[in-house]
């Protein structure tokens, strides 16, 4: 009887040696599965980072040629390495993407290959837009101009193809508020001077967008004067300026004002000084129900304006030009990095 349970206790010792061992075995499988796993979804994500810093770049130096991406980079005990191409700076050119993350003995590689795209954004059909009810218009001396002819980005008018209005309404009643206005101490060039176009799309639906994409803001109590900038031909920028919801005080632009890009400004507002401006100005009103746009000093837009809300009221005076320019309003959407995405044509891992 001794003997027989000495064996079955030696027995059982080795049935549960064989059950410990498969459980370590199993246990140490695990971990190294686990382990494995890990290395492979931080190599993943590794070059997941390689191609969002390379894409963060482009977007930073889109307009240098010239300009490459780290080829590498670390992060947390891992790193990656990017291989990179593109066939130029413009819309619809192309940007190639190999992106290889390695973690220990893992690694992970992305080829992705994208096409630069644009937003689509209001774009005026020609020197002014109003896409709002017209209240009242005035043109206050001989000195203002309004030119739907095509010029290009310096102001200097084109011939051949590409001209547009000098003022676009969006009803017959509208346009003879305007030409009566024009036929007097205004002056309204384009082809044809003044028309009807129920076509405009109304920049109101886009402000909001902007207002939280702006380069800069401002309202009543900090309007830009002096010698602000508010971004250049090669650096369009987006710019609002909110008057709040105060219909008794007036937005004024004075000093030597000179900006690209997207001017939007929401209130009435005085251009005063010297203002210039080369691409799409909104005016988007109060509340979006009334703008008054008046003019006292030297004042010039290259690109178009665009009038939005529920009503609109233009008065014009001092010396006051705008100019339409299909090459400014293409150039701020060309090279506003806000306006630009990629479309993936093509996404290996």
Known sequence: MGRSALILVLMLGAVFGIIGVNINSTNSRIAESQSGYYKYSFARNLARVGVNRTLRFCDQNMQNPAYLPPGSGSFNGGSYAIQFARTGVNVGDTISITSTGVCADSSYTMNIRLRRTVQPYPKAHGAIGITAPLQSISFKNNKTHVDGLNHDISGTTLTGDGNGPGIAVLSGGDSTKVAAAGGGAGSIVGDPTIKVDSTQTNPIDYIQQYSQWADYSYNLSNAPGGNATLGTID??????????????????????????????????VKLAGNFSFTGLVIFAGVSNSFENISSTGTASIVGGIMLAGAGASLSMGGNTTVDYSKEALDNTQNKVSQLQFYDILDWFE
């Open 235 to 268: 650096a369009p920028k987006i710019t609002v300026i909110d008057a709040g919801t105060d219909t008794t005080k007036k937005i004024t632009l004075n000093g030597s004002v000179s900006g690209c890009g997207i001017l939007v400004i929401k209130g009435d």
